[in-house]
């Protein structure tokens, strides 16, 4: 069974990092397109960024230039490395794949920014 795991948030003052993980389980990750969602309160949950199996990479336009996505295949992980936080940024962070035409989700993991 595929498992994801989020871990790496906290608090974190304006224009702090943070390295959000998402380590994977129950499959090949190598070959798994990979996403990170963010849901603040009261609103939707929104894509933030995306990794496929080649490295390629996107990003919303909120976090353009200031967030980055990576993936380590030999430790079956995914990253998001966030710079530059903004109050806005506050969410729970989730990581995504799909997997068999199966969605997948992490528990998530809580991203506070505040002074």
């Known amino acids: 069974q595929v498992q994801l795991v989020e871990s790496g948030g906290g608090l974190v003052q304006p224009g702090g990092s943070l390295r959000l993980s998402c380590a994977v389980s129950?499959?090949?990750?190598?070959?798994?397109?990979m996403d990170w969602y963010r849901q603040a309160p009261g609103k939707e949950r929104e894509l933030v960024a995306s990794?496929?199996?080649?490295?390629?990479?996107n990003y919303a336009d909120s976090v353009k230039g200031r967030f980055t996505t990576s993936r380590d295949n030999t430790k079956n992980t995914m990253y998001l490395q966030m710079n530059s936080l903004k109050p806005e940024d506050t969410a729970v962070y989730y990581c995504?794949?799909?997997?068999?035409?199966?969605?997948?989700w992490g528990q998530g993991t809580q991203v506070t920014v505040s002074s």
């Open positions: 995504k794949t799909n997997y068999g035409w199966v969605n997948y």
């Open positions: 129950g499959t090949i990750f190598s070959i798994l397109d």
């Open positions: 990794i496929n199996s080649r490295d390629s990479t």
